[in-house]
């Protein structure tokens, strides 16, 4: 892991702290002064000893115009969420249906390793796809039906409609 600079630091600190404070408030039943005082405390301790591990970005990911395109991805990830559930929902409930299990790999554009893993995430999470591996740029995915075993095809059924927003994110 590499050493970050003291304005790096801080960055990803302020960061971790905002999103930490916007939970804390988001789980908060009142707005009394003493909840906010101790959740700026509680939120800032846990933001020192922890802004190495779990802050992925700088600030700047809190543009506005990354933040459209989060709550973009939400409403596209909802979307395959629900097809995928209806797709294993009915080859569960129709035996008959055939399945043709197998592991697919592609290429994928994304250049850091939190936007991959958001990628891997959200295959895995689409009930009919599991990530099971990421070499470099390479991802390895179990897929309950193989269409394709074109890269470039299973990419296009699998991955694009996700990484084409996280490039724009990312």
């Known amino acids: 892991m590499r050493e970050f600079t003291l304005n790096e630091k801080l960055e990803r600190f302020i960061l971790n702290w905002l999103l930490l404070m916007i939970v804390w408030i988001a789980f908060t039943t009142t707005f009394a002064t003493e909840e906010v005082v101790i959740g700026l405390i509680v939120t800032l301790i846990i933001s020192l ?23 973009v991805y939400l409403f596209v990830f909802i979307i395959a969420l629900i097809k995928a559930n209806f797709d294993v929902a009915r080859r569960v409930l129709t035996p008959s249906l055939p399945i043709n299990p197998g592991i697919v790999k592609f290429k994928t554009r994304l250049k850091t390793d939190y936007s991959k893993m958001v990628l891997a995430n959200s295959i895995t999470l689409t009930p009919g796809t599991l990530s099971v591996d990421i070499i470099d740029d390479t991802f390895y995915i179990h897929w309950i039906e193989v269409k394709t075993t074109d890269p470039e095809k299973a990419y296009k059924d699998i991955a694009w409609q996700f990484e084409k927003i996280l490039l724009k994110i990312f």
């Open 49 to 71: 000893l922890s802004v190495r591990m779990f802050t992925c970005c700088k600030i700047s990911i809190l543009a506005p115009k990354r933040i459209y395109y989060m709550i």
